[in-house]
C-alpha cells in the first residue's frame, strides 16, 4: 500500500505556501464529522494521521500529506490533501471569503491537483457543499469519487440503495466523471477499492 507511508507534511493557510505546484495530488473533502479523518487514517492504515487537521481552529486551512515515492525530485512530489470540513456554523464572515477565494484559486488552478475524493455520511449524502465541491473538480474537467461512508451504521440492503439512489443523481448532475462506492473507516469496507482509485490518480 503506496499510502501508507503517508506522512504530515504541512498546514497551508494561503497558496504562496503550497508546495511546488509540479506533482500529482488528490483532495479530500467533506462535511464536518462525515468521517474524512476516519477514512484518510484507514486508507494510510494508520490511526492518528489526519488528527492534526482537526485541531479547532485551524479549520481554515490545507493539510498535505506527502506519499512521495523516495528517489523522486522534490519538486514532483505526491500529495493527500485534506481540505477543511465544511458546515462550520461559526466561522467569521471574512475568514469564510478568504477560504471561499482560496479555493476557488486552488480548484482553479493547481495544476498537480488530479481527483477528488469527496467523503458523505452515507445516511446523509450530497448536501449543498458536497455537490459544490464535486461541481468545483468537475468544472475543472477533474475526476471524482464519492465515499459513501459509516456503511456499517446501514444493512447490505440500504447499503445498496442508498448507492445506487446516490449513483443516479450523481450522473444527472455530472456526468459519468464522479464515481461512487459504499465505505467505512470502522469496518474498512471498500478501503481498497478508494485506495486503488487514489493510487491511480497519483501514480503510484
Ligand atoms: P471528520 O470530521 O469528517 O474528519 O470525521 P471523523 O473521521 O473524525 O469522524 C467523525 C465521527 O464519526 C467520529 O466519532 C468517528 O468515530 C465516526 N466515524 C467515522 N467514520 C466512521 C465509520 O466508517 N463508521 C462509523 N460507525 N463511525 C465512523
Redesign the pocket.
Known sequence: NPLARARYLLAAHNYKQLPPDGGFEVAFA??????????LNALCQQNAL?RVS?TPGRTQQLVYFDVTPTGTPETEGRYLVDLP?YGYAKVPQDLQAHWQAFLDGYFGSRLALRGLVV?MDIRHPLKDYDRQMLGYAVNRGLPAHALL?????LGRGQQAQQLQAVRRELSSAFGDTVSVQT?????KQGVDEARAVVGSWLGL
Request: hydrophobic share 25%; charged share 30%; proline share 0%.
Open positions: 467533506g462535511r464536518s464529522n462525515a468521517g474524512k479523518s476516519s477514512a489526519a482537526k470540513g467523503v461512508t459509516k456503511a456499517d451504521k465505505f467505512s473507516g470502522e469496518s
